[in-house]
Structure formats: structure tokens, C-alpha cells
């Protein structure tokens, strides 16, 4: 787990460098119901049905790595809450397109049990797309990396 | 390890069994890799700076989760080449939200060194956005999960 750590870090690669932030599998899980209003150690423990002490680790790099942050409880109970920043929230994005693609080829016919909808009118969310600047949408094959000139 | 898959293989969220087929870390760079045109084993090994053994056995598990596939040597050689399954194309929005994220949230100003381009034009991408049936822009608290009834 060191060497990939130390080997991403300092990735020219965008993707390489999102996965060292936030690739752990549970990470994005913890993502994920954050953005869904949860902030209490045990909510997520609850939630996730993870060991206390991994669960503590991942929320410490979370928070280590500007994701997360720690406020104080919000019914000014002793218990601390964890919050995503401006940097975690914006993940969404991370997590919409996971949602949709696993929405599509997770599940057999009929065996989905919920779907993502817009909190204002209830309706199912549009199918994320990916657009060139002159609003062409792009698919798999039609986009590439360019090297920056400096 | 093996704890885990056994929960989110059956989990009700799309996210959960998203990241079940392609949370590990190496498989989303093998996905990425694969979908600017890596082919080969030698070819992926070169770029990951990855073990055989643990190359072999993400690339043997996402032929197995239907992601990728095996055809044989475009040149008519002996070898066997791996190719993205349309399942597996279609993580393409998933790779762009990532790297979109790691562009603005992972290098300080002025160190990056590849950004993504619309092959056509050779501009830069658009910010995905994610957008509600009647075209609304929503933020990450703008939508939640629904339970379907049945």
C-alpha cells in the first residue's frame, strides 16, 4: 500500500492523483453518505457495518486530505461531526456517474430498489453527459489527454 | 477482502456495487489506460509500473465482471489483447468526473501537465454537470436517493 501511495502522489496524471485521495473503496462509500446528510462516527458505522478502527482510519485521511472536516456537534452534544468540504462535496459529480453506471450494468431487470432524483421535483435525474465546449456530446473514443506546453 | 465483496455484491445502492466491479484502485488505471488504446499486457505493465501477478489478477477479474474482454493479437500474433466490453466503455463518464476532480482539487497551480481534450477540435473538455429532467444545473445537495416501490 506505501509504494502505490508514494508512486500516485506525484502522478502527472489527474485520475491517478484523485484515486490516491479518494480510491479506498470505502472512502467513497463514506462519500457518499456524507453527501446524503450523514456527520456522527456512529451514523456511518451504522450505515456502512464497518469496524470501528477502520472506519476511524479512513475518516482521519478523509479529513488529512481536505475531503472531510470536523465541527462541532450541531445539537452541542460532546460528539464531534464530519463534514465534507467544498473539495469533498464537489465529488458528487464522482458519484453520480458511479451511481448511474452501476444503476445500468449492476443490476439484473427489476432488482433496483432506488434511484437518484432531483430533491425539487422527484424526478429521476438526466443521464450524466460529457460535452466537447461547442456542446457536442462526446463518447468513449472522443476525448484524449494533450500535454500541456509550459 | 473477501468480507467485503460478499456485502456489496448484493447491496440495493448502485454506488456500492459500482465499486464492487471497479473500486479497486489499479482496475479504474487499467480502465483508463484501456480506453486511450492499451492493448497489450506488456503495454499495460509499462504504463501502470505494476507487478505481473497483481496486473494479471485485476485484469482476469474485470474480464470475469464483464468489463473488459479478451480478443486475440490485432497483428495476427500469438498474443492476446484486452479490450473494453461496452459495459466497460461506458465507465468513460466516471474516468472524466475523476480526472475533472483531480485537475481542479490535486496540483497546486501551474503543475499540470496533461489536461483532457475533445479529440476532434482539441479543446478542452466541458465541466460535466449534472442536470435534472428539465435541464436545471443541480449541486451535490440538490438530488437523493428514491425507494422504488414495487
Redesign the interface.
Known sequence: MKG?RT?LETS??????????I???WS??II?DA??GTRRFGEFQKSL?LAKNILSNRLLKLVACGVMTTVPASDGSAYKEYV?TE?G???????????????????PPGQ???????????????P?????????T???????????LR
Do not use: M, N
Open positions: 502505490k508512486t502527472t496524471c489527474a485520475i491517478a492523483r484523485s484515486l490516491e485521495v480510491g479506498d473503496w467513497l462509500l457518499r453527501l446524503a457495518g465534507l473539495r462535496e464537489r465529488l458528487y459529480l464522482v458519484i453520480a456517474a458511479l451511481w448511474q453506471w452501476g444503476e445500468e450494468f449492476c443490476f433496483l430498489s432506488y434511484d437518484l432524483v432531483d430533491s425539487l421535483k422527484q424526478e429521476k435525474l438526466s450524466i453527459e460529457l460535452k466537447a465546449q461547442d456542446g457536442r462526446l463518447g468513449p473514443r472522443d476525448f484524449s489527454p494533450r500535454v500541456l
